[in-house]
C-alpha cells in the first residue's frame, strides 16, 4: 500500500504541517470578521444609522407627501376667513306714463350663528390631525429605514464570515490534497473537501445577493437610486434596550402618545365641530341689500333691504345625519386605533424577548461550542485522527453557528426597532427598576 512508504516520522511531519497550516485562520478570520470598509467605492463614506434616517427625512417621497397634504385644510382654514361675495343686480322700470327706469342692487348673505367660527375650528383640528400623520408616516419610515439598516449591516458581517469560512476551507481542500497525494488519504475525502468549499461559495453569492436587495431598498428609503452602492457602520447589537420594561407603560405611553392615535382624536374634534356647524347650518342667513333706483322721470331713490332666507325645502338634515355618522365613525376608528396599537406593543415586547433568549443562548453556549469543535476537528483531521466527513461536519456546524448567531443579532435588533415604533419613542425611560417593583 502507498501508506506504507512512509515512515511514523515523516507522517508526524506532515500531520504537524497540516495543523499549523489549518490553525492559522483563527488569526485570519477573526482579522477579517474586525475589518470594517472605511470608503465605498467612488469615494463616498459609510452611512451611519443617524445619517439615514436624515436623508429618509429629507429625501422620501412619501414622507413628503404627507407633509404637503398639510397645506388642503391650512387654505380652507384661510378660506374660511374670506367673506362670500355680494351680488350685484340691474333691473328695469317699466314707466307708468311713458320711458322706462333702471334700478341697481347690491347685496350681501350674512352668517349669524357662528358658523363661520366652528367652520374654522374644524379647519384647524384638521391640520393638526394632518401634521400628526404626517408624523406617524416619520415614526414608520424611521423604523423601516433602522430595520433595513441593521440587515445590511447584518449582511456585511455575513460576506466577511463567508470570505473567512472560504479561506479556511481552501486550507481544508489543500490539507485533503497534500493527503491525498501523500497517501494519507483517498480521493473522496479530497472530493468532499472540494464541494463543501463550492458550497460556501454559492452561500456568500446569496448573501450578497440578499445585501444587493436590502440595499436597493434602503436607497429607495433615503431617496437614492436603487442602484447606488452603500456601506453601512454601526453598532451591531443595540446595547441601549432595558433588559425588564413595564408592558402596561408601554400601552399607556403609546395609546397616549403616538402620532395615529393624535390624529384621530384630532380627527374626531374636527367632526365634533362639523356637526355643530351642521346643526347651525338650519339658521337661516341675514341679507342685506342697497338699491339704487332711477325713475322714468329722472327722480331718483335709494333705499335698503333687509331679509332672510326661508328654510322651507332644505334645512340640512342630510348634512347632519352625514355629520352623526362621521362622529360615529371616528370614534370606531379611535376605539380600534387603540386596540391595534397594544396589539402592536405586546407583539413587539414578546418578539423581543424571545430574540433576547435565542441572542443569550448563541452568546453563552453554541458559538464556544462550535469554534471548540471545528478547532479540535481541524486538527485531528491534519493529524489523522479523523475523517473528512467528521470535519467538513465541525466546520459546518462553526460556519452555521456564526450565521445563525448573526441572523439572532438581526432578530433583536429588529424587535428592538420594531418595540420603539410601536411604543413611539426610546426604550430607554421605559427601564423597570426594583423600587418600582416592590411598590
Same mark, same amino acid.
Given at each position: 500500500m502507498r501508506n506504507n512508504r512512509f515512515s511514523r516520522r515523516a507522517r508526524s511531519i506532515l500531520g504537524g504541517t497540516l495543523v499549523l497550516r489549518l490553525l492559522v485562520f483563527?488569526?485570519?478570520?477573526?482579522?477579517?470578521?474586525?475589518?470594517?470598509?472605511?470608503?465605498?467605492?467612488?469615494?463616498a463614506p459609510p452611512l451611519t444609522l443617524e445619517q439615514a434616517q436624515t436623508l429618509a427625512?429629507?429625501?422620501?417621497?412619501?414622507?413628503?407627501?404627507?407633509?404637503?397634504?398639510?397645506?388642503?385644510?391650512?387654505?380652507?382654514?384661510?378660506?374660511?376667513?374670506?367673506?362670500?361675495?355680494?351680488?350685484?343686480?340691474?333691473?328695469v322700470l317699466p314707466g307708468i306714463n311713458s320711458g322706462t327706469g333702471l334700478s341697481v342692487s347690491l347685496g350681501k348673505r350674512f352668517e349669524v350663528a357662528g358658523q363661520r367660527g366652528l367652520?374654522?375650528?374644524?379647519?384647524?383640528?384638521?391640520?393638526?390631525?394632518?401634521?400628526?400623520?404626517?408624523a406617524d408616516v416619520e415614526r414608520l419610515l424611521r423604523v423601516d429605514v433602522a430595520q433595513k439598516f441593521y440587515a445590511i449591516l447584518v449582511s456585511q458581517e455575513l460576506v466577511q464570515l463567508m470570505d473567512s469560512v472560504a479561506a479556511v476551507t481552501g486550507r481544508l481542500v489543500e490539507a485533503a490534497d497534500l493527503k491525498y497525494r501523500a497517501g494519507l488519504a483517498p480521493e473522496l475525502d479530497r472530493n468532499i473537501a472540494r464541494i463543501q468549499l463550492?458550497?460556501?461559495?454559492?452561500?456568500?453569492?446569496?448573501?450578497?445577493?440578499?445585501?444587493?436587495?436590502?440595499?436597493?431598498?434602503?436607497?429607495?428609503?433615503?431617496?437614492?437610486?436603487?442602484?447606488?452602492?452603500?456601506?453601512?457602520?454601526?453598532?451591531?447589537?443595540?446595547?441601549?434596550?432595558?433588559?425588564?420594561?413595564?408592558?402596561?407603560?408601554?400601552?399607556?405611553?403609546?395609546?397616549?402618545?403616538?402620532?395615529?392615535?393624535?390624529?384621530?382624536?384630532?380627527?374626531?374634534?374636527?367632526?365634533?365641530?362639523?356637526l355643530d356647524l351642521a346643526r347651525r347650518l338650519r339658521v337661516p342667513d341675514l341679507i342685506l341689500g342697497l338699491g339704487l333706483n332711477r325713475e322714468a322721470d329722472g327722480i331718483k331713490t335709494v333705499g335698503l333691504s333687509a331679509g332672510f332666507s326661508l328654510p322651507l325645502f332644505d334645512r340640512n338634515q342630510i348634512g347632519r345625519d352625514l355629520a352623526k355618522v362621521d362622529q360615529g365613525l371616528t370614534a370606531a376608528q379611535a376605539e380600534a386605533t387603540e386596540l391595534a396599537i397594544r396589539r402592536e406593543v405586546r407583539s413587539a415586547l414578546s418578539r423581543l424577548d424571545a430574540a433576547r433568549t435565542q441572542l443569550s443562548t448563541f452568546q453563552n453556549e453554541i458559538l464556544a461550542l462550535a469554534d471548540a469543535?471545528?478547532?479540535?476537528? $481541524?486538527?485531528?483531521? #491534519?493529524?489523522? =485522527? +479523523?475523517?473528512?466527513?467528521?470535519?467538513?461536519?465541525?466546520?459546518?456546524?462553526? &460556519? /452555521?453557528?456564526?450565521a445563525g448567531y448573526l441572523e439572532a443579532v438581526l $432578530?433583536?435588533?429588529? #424587535?428592538?426597532? =420594531? +418595540?420603539?415604533?410601536?411604543?413611539?419613542?426610546?426604550?430607554?425611560?421605559?427601564? &423597570? /427598576?426594583?423600587?418600582?417593583?416592590?411598590?
Open positions: 483563527a488569526t485570519s478570520a477573526q482579522a477579517a470578521q474586525e475589518a470594517t470598509a472605511a470608503e465605498v467605492p467612488g469615494g427625512r429629507r429625501n422620501n417621497p412619501s414622507l413628503r407627501a404627507a407633509r404637503t397634504s398639510i397645506q388642503i385644510p391650512r387654505a380652507q382654514l384661510t378660506q374660511a376667513f374670506r367673506f362670500s361675495n355680494p351680488a350685484l343686480g340691474f333691473g367652520r374654522a375650528d374644524a379647519f384647524r383640528a384638521q391640520i393638526g390631525a394632518a401634521e400628526w400623520r404626517a463550492l458550497q460556501v461559495q454559492v452561500q456568500r453569492a446569496e448573501i450578497l445577493r440578499e445585501l444587493n436587495v436590502r440595499t436597493a431598498e434602503l436607497n429607495a428609503l433615503t431617496g437614492k437610486p436603487d442602484e447606488a452602492h452603500l456601506t453601512v457602520v454601526g453598532s451591531l447589537i443595540e446595547e441601549s434596550i432595558p433588559q425588564e420594561m413595564s408592558r402596561d407603560r408601554l400601552e399607556a405611553h403609546a395609546t397616549r402618545s403616538r402620532p395615529d392615535a393624535q390624529a384621530v382624536a384630532l380627527r374626531g374634534q374636527a367632526v365634533s365641530r362639523k469543535s471545528q478547532r479540535f476537528a $481541524a486538527a485531528a483531521y #491534519a493529524r489523522g =485522527e +479523523l475523517d473528512i466527513t467528521t470535519a467538513v461536519l465541525a466546520q459546518r456546524q462553526f &460556519t /452555521d453557528a456564526q $432578530a433583536f435588533d429588529e #424587535a428592538a426597532v =420594531e +418595540l420603539e415604533g410601536a411604543v413611539g419613542t426610546s426604550l430607554t425611560a421605559f427601564a &423597570t /427598576d426594583d423600587t418600582e417593583e416592590e411598590g
